[in-house]
């Protein structure tokens, strides 16, 4: 391990959040330009990156970082190997290139400096992402990629279906990451380190514990969201409303991938168990054989894509749940290849969209001869996509064949999953490759022809790196390919597969997919109508599932707020002084510890007696008070007799506050009845009185007997004892309590006192505030739908 | 309650009672007393004068609008543990200084600057909530 260049990696760490903060300024100067400076920063990330792969070829793992919050042992810390390092040439390279399409994309928006600095501090946080060591860091980097995901999908914030595909995203993406940092928790609770580094001499440790399923099933759940994978996929086809941009760079060359990336990085320490050799397949194969098939039921160009995408992380779920070898090289050949050239299709079709004006495929053709540079890139992607020579998918192909071919009926299951699930992506490719290319000439909205060069440069520079990638394979895989598989088997690996195919059973299967392929493409109409047919008798997807579940918890929190909230006085003092009484009572009734009852003091002054029967007085003056105000003032009485017992028995400080927190009372209560307009005195059916006497009388003996127990156990005398010595010495005061207030426990009375101010402005507020109908019915969101906006509440 | 002997005598013992939650307030640290007991009399002196003449007078001799009184308290009771930064010593210890004026040693405290920040928030809060009650609804 060395540990080189810290303060260069953490500035190049911050530098997508330095370039989002001065992107909306940098647009407003210079437009749609200011793209070519802006791409600048993920430029020069690539470049440093770039810088590490000697050192992580040879087998090196370059960590640095700093402390964060010691005392947690939670540090800022990044692990730069193999995994990380090619996902992070990944996220930069193709964000330079997609920041410069968004400049030529979003050309004219008004609000385009918003969406550069949305697109770089998510690059940041994907970085972030793969770049960390510690639990901590990744949890919350993963999150803000989810919340600038959230932003990006929310976009266009005026159409209703972005803000529903918004909102979905978060809801599933961000669920997703609390179960993955409770997830990351179970495992620092296992293993007792906090750091990706230092898990992998854990693994053995890890999967031999008894919370071994349930930190795997947190994880997974993190995963899977993130990673769209069945049944929780329907939010990443919902996410194409975002601009294209953000759909190629977060929503099939990075974030998605930030779930097979978390799989591939704890595939050491979780995997090579039944449960991950079993759960990670099955659900992987099935997310496969869904998206394809759903994607053919598509005809917009960017749905189509975009459930090959899901279809796309269930392959790469699939090869790293068999974690073999071959498996391992085969998701990582294919996880690059499918960076290159999903990115590559997203923005061909944005292109077409944004020159034809439609992205529908049925109303799309000809365009070869209006648009070549974008026909010759999407062909490039499609011929990837396809797994066709001598481009980067013909090598993954080739791999994952390899790994896959065993002649048990469980190997030969997934062989078949992933003919079908190849053959399926070979059409859709070409479907969005070819159709809106070739064939005759279709009118189209918008007047066809080549798009500027901010547009095509991202795609044909993907579809060349995809063909150079395979054409020199040997320093693709010594650069790329066999670090990142040595540092998801935890082992050192070496990838070998070149563009020259060898006769086997990989190459057959090759030309059977194939094969399916061409009958699947001529076949394309017809297996549209039987998906659409099958989809409509079904009827019921995750994505109603969903409204379902969200309207569900609306209607479940409106009736919980109905329940405790329901808006009147007298039930919310009644359960808060049952409650008192239950606290006072229930652990005294729990261990039957009760106190002995007090005797009659044989020494009782006469002086205190009298006191005594004032209390008695005023007690009795409030119960047959003829109207309110009487009571309160009786109240008060009572108040004042309590005071002079703590005068009597030495308190005068208490004492003092105590009668000015009785004449304040008096005066306040006072005043709010005379605002509350209630009768003058007091009407209650007798079994409201019964109801609230039992209550009161509960509460009361409740005190009672807790203020005879407490009394009643030895008193320790330690911090009177100090604070008598010391109060004087130190804080040179004699009045202790005071002492106690401001000097010894000062920052408590700080607290204290913002309690006061925030209570007086509570109050303040609820006295100004005129509520003419103001129930629980006006927080129902049915209900204020059906009538319309609710009237503001109008303050004086 | 607006009689004339209780409008007549309000401002003389509003004024006093004032006065007299000043002393207990300054004498607190010795003797019973402190930031929260006069803070206590300061609102009930000026409940009564809003009681007796009403709070439009009220409101116009203390100036300030009592929350803004309150925060201002708050204000200085933080500011006065944030004093010890200078000394180099934790948060809200106290400090004291011992300045002669007319020839008689005062000692002073950062904890006196805390107090009258207690004194303050309770004043400022309490009468807050007790002038807007008084106030009529004008509708």
Redesign the interface.
């Known amino acids: 391990m060395s540990a080189s260049a810290p303060g260069t990696t953490f500035i190049v760490l911050m530098l997508p959040f330095l370039a989002a903060l001065i992107a909306p300024w940098l647009t407003r100067r210079l437009g749609h330009n200011a793209a070519w400076l802006l791409a600048l920063a993920p430029v020069a990330i690539f470049i440093h990156f770039l810088g590490f792969s000697a050192d992580v070829a040879d087998g090196g793992v370059v960590t640095g970082g700093f402390q964060w919050v010691p005392s947690y042992n939670v540090s800022f810390s990044w692990l730069i190997d193999g995994l990380s390092l090619t996902f992070a040439l990944l996220i930069s390279g193709i964000g330079a290139l997609i920041i410069l399409y968004s400049g030529g994309y979003l050309k004219g928006h008004d609000q385009l400096g918003r969406f550069f600095s949305f697109m770089l501090l998510f690059m940041g946080a994907m970085l972030g992402v793969v770049i960390s060591d510690s639990f901590l860091m990744l949890f919350v980097y993963w999150e803000l990629t989810s919340i600038t995901s959230f932003l990006l999908i929310g976009f266009d914030h005026a159409r209703e279906a972005s803000r529903r595909a918004a909102i979905q995203a978060l809801v599933v993406t961000g669920g997703g990451g609390l179960a993955l940092l409770a997830g990351l928790l179970v495992i620092w609770n296992i293993t007792g380190v906090s750091q990706v580094s230092l898990l992998l001499n854990y693994g053995d440790e890890l999967r031999g514990s008894p919370f071994y399923l349930l930190a795997l099933l947190l994880v997974l759940g993190g995963a899977f969201s993130k990673s769209a994978q069945f049944p929780l996929h329907f939010w990443l086809p919902n996410a194409m409303e975002a601009p294209t941009p953000v759909s190629a760079y977060l929503h099939s060359a990075t974030m998605v991938k930030a779930g097979v990336y978390l799989l591939m990085r704890l595939n050491p320490v979780l995997g090579d168990t039944v449960w991950w050799g079993t759960i990670l397949p099955v659900f992987g194969g099935t997310t496969l054989i869904v998206g394809t098939a759903l994607a053919i039921r598509q005809t917009d160009l960017k749905l189509m894509l975009a459930y090959t995408t899901v279809s796309s992380l269930g392959l790469l779920v699939m090869l790293t749940g068999f974690g073999s070898e071959h498996a391992i090289a085969a998701a990582v050949l294919y996880l690059v290849a499918h960076s290159l050239f999903k990115g590559g299709l997203f923005m061909v079709a944005g292109l077409i969209d944004h020159e034809a004006g439609t992205r529908d495929v049925t109303r799309l053709g000809g365009l070869r001869r209006a648009m070549p540079v974008t026909f010759v890139a999407a062909l490039a992607a499609a011929i990837s996509m396809a797994g066709l020579p001598p481009f980067l998918g013909f090598l993954a192909k080739e791999e994952i064949y390899y790994a896959l071919w065993h002649t048990d009926p469980w190997s030969l299951a997934f062989v078949a999953v992933a003919v079908i699930g190849n053959g399926l992506m070979f059409v859709i490719g070409f479907a969005v490759a070819l159709k809106p290319f070739l064939g005759p000439e279709v009118k189209t909205p918008k007047h066809a022809h080549e798009g500027p060069v901010l547009l095509w440069l991202g795609p044909l520079t993907l579809g060349i790196a995809a063909l150079v990638a395979a054409l020199i394979s040997p320093v693709t895989h010594r650069f790329i390919s066999s670090p990142m598989a040595s540092a998801i088997a935890g082992e050192a690996e070496t990838v070998t597969i070149s563009v020259i195919p060898h006769m086997g059973p990989a190459l057959i299967l090759s030309l059977v997919t194939i094969a399916f392929g061409i009958i699947a493409y001529r076949m394309l109409d017809r297996l549209r109508a039987g998906m659409a047919w099958l989809l409509a008798a079904i009827g019921w997807g995750p994505d109603r599932g969903f409204d379902q579940f969200i309207s569900g918890a609306v209607r479940l929190s409106v009736a919980v707020t109905r329940l405790v909230q329901p808006g009147r006085l007298d039930i919310y003092m009644t359960v808060t002084f049952l409650m008192i009484a239950a606290a006072l009572i229930g652990p005294m009734a729990w261990y039957g510890e009760w106190p002995a009852m007090p005797v009659w003091p044989e020494d009782a002054q006469f002086h205190e007696l009298v006191v005594a029967a004032i209390v008695l007085i005023g007690l009795a003056a409030v119960i047959y008070a003829r109207d309110r105000l009487t009571a309160i003032v009786s109240l008060g009485i009572q108040g004042f007799a309590v005071a002079l017992i703590f005068m009597l028995f030495g308190a ?2 208490l004492s ?2 105590q009668f ?2 009785e ?2 009372a008096v ?2 209560l006072a ?2 009845m005379t ?1 509350l307009k209630l009768h003058a005195s007091d009407h209650r059916p007798t079994l409201q009185k019964v109801v609230d006497m039992s209550v009161a009388i509960a509460c009361g003996g409740g005190f009672t007997l807790y203020l005879l127990s407490v009394t009643q156990q030895p008193f320790n005398t330690a911090l009177s004892d100090f604070f008598s010595a010391y109060s004087k010495v130190v ?5 202790v ?3 106690i ?3 010894f426990r ?2 408590d ?2 607290g204290e ?2 309690v ?2 925030v ?3 509570a ?2 507020s609820l ?2 505030i005129r509520t003419p109908r103001a129930t629980v019915a006006d927080n129902d969101p049915d209900r204020r739908a059906a009538q319309g906006p609710a009237q503001g509440r109008e303050v ?1 | 309650m607006r009689t004339v002997i209780f409008r007549s005598i309000a401002p003389y013992l509003t004024s006093l009672m004032v006065l007299f939650s000043i002393f207990v307030l300054l004498r607190g640290h010795n003797e019973p007393g402190g930031g929260f007991i006069g803070g206590l009399i300061a609102a009930s002196a000026l409940a009564i004068y809003g009681i007796a003449c009403g709070v439009a007078p009220v409101r116009r001799a203390i100036y300030f609008h009592p929350m803004a009184i309150a925060a201002f308290g708050l204000f200085m009771s933080a500011m006065a543990g944030v004093l010890s930064i200078f000394a180099g010593v934790p948060y809200m210890s106290g400090l004291w200084i011992y300045p002669h004026l007319f020839g008689v040693e005062i000692p002073l405290s950062s904890v006196l600057v805390f107090d009258v920040g207690v004194y303050l928030v309770v004043v400022g809060a309490i009468s807050s909530i007790a002038l807007a009650l008084e106030e009529r609804d004008r509708d």
């Open positions: 005068p400080d003092f506050t000015m927190v004449t304040l005066v306040i005043l709010v605002r804080a040179h005061g004699a009045n309590v005071n002492v207030i401001v000097d000062g920052t009375t700080l006192i913002a006061v101010m209570t007086g402005l109050i303040l006295i100004r004086r």
